[in-house]
T-cell receptor, first 115, second 115 residues
Framework: AQSVSQHNHHVILSEAASLELGCNYS??????LFWYVQYPGQHLQLLLK????DPLVKGIKGFEAEFIKSKFSFNLRKPSVQWSDTAEYFC?????????????WGLGTSLGVNP | DAMVIQNPRYQVTQFGKPVTLSCSQT?????MYWYQQKSSQAPKLLFH???????NEADTPDNFQSRRPNTSFCFLDIRSPGLGDAAMYLC??????????????FGPGTRLTVL
């Protein structure tokens, strides 16, 4: 069965620190990959997505993610975090073949940024 | 702008009193989803419609039902809400499995409180 693993459940950083949140998935075929963000009290927003092509994907608010197929990973990065990046971050995957209507979600990473 | 709209944004109901949440979309997408999200957790898929074809998740309680009268609208009915059903309910849409790039678009959610 497909699964998504986010390694860090809680991360605390100081402003201007660099961020990397890990995401690994288990599925041998072609996948679509997503990072969603949920700011406190707000709804889910798409940060970035990977469908095909350049494995380095740039999203909103200075975030980027790199798809490494050999490692089944799609880690999220930001070179310098801000207090406003405090949020919950979810990695999600769906399989292109078969029933790709469903997203498989990671458990989320709670990021706190200290000013 | 094409979007996913959820009404109401906040709903308060009493224990055991039926409640209906609504979702509409202007994206003309084939698939509509209902998720339940509790605090600091990943969204949990309850069910989805592919056109008129209803797909229930195996672990969705019978207390939760859904209707999709047309392409644009989808309803979530909670027949007898319990305290454990207090959560954010998210509606999402996607084009469907014919597209390899099957991104889900989320509405703002309805926060349900059960008294």
């Amino acid at each position: 069965a497909q699964s998504v693993s986010q390694h860090n459940h809680h991360v605390i950083l100081s402003e201007a620190a660099s961020l990397e949140l890990g995401c690994n998935y288990s599925y041998g075929g072609t996948v679509n990959l997503f990072w969603y963000v949920q700011y406190p009290g707000q709804h889910l927003q798409l940060l970035l997505k990977y469908f095909s092509g350049d494995p380095l994907v740039k999203g909103i608010k200075g975030f980027e993610a790199e798809f490494i197929k050999s490692k089944f990973s799609f880690n999220l990065r930001k070179p310098s975090v801000q207090w406003s990046d405090t949020a919950e971050y979810f990695c999600a995957v769906n399989a292109v073949a078969g029933n790709n209507r469903k997203l498989i979600w990671g458990l989320g990473t709670s990021l706190g940024v200290n000013p | 702008d094409a979007m996913v709209i959820q009404n109401p944004r906040y709903q308060v109901t009493q224990f055991g009193k039926p409640v209906t949440l609504s979702c509409s979309q202007t994206l003309n997408h084939n698939v509509m989803y209902w998720y339940q999200q509790k605090s600091s957790q990943a969204p949990k898929l309850l069910f989805h419609y592919y056109d008129k074809d209803f797909n229930n998740e195996a672990d969705t309680p019978d207390n939760f039902q859904s209707r999709r009268p047309n392409t644009s609208f989808c309803f979530l009915d909670i027949r007898s809400p319990g305290l454990g059903d207090a959560a954010m309910y998210l509606c999402a849409t996607s084009r469907g499995s014919t597209s390899p790039h099957n991104e889900q678009f989320f509405g703002p959610g309805t926060r349900l409180t059960v008294l």
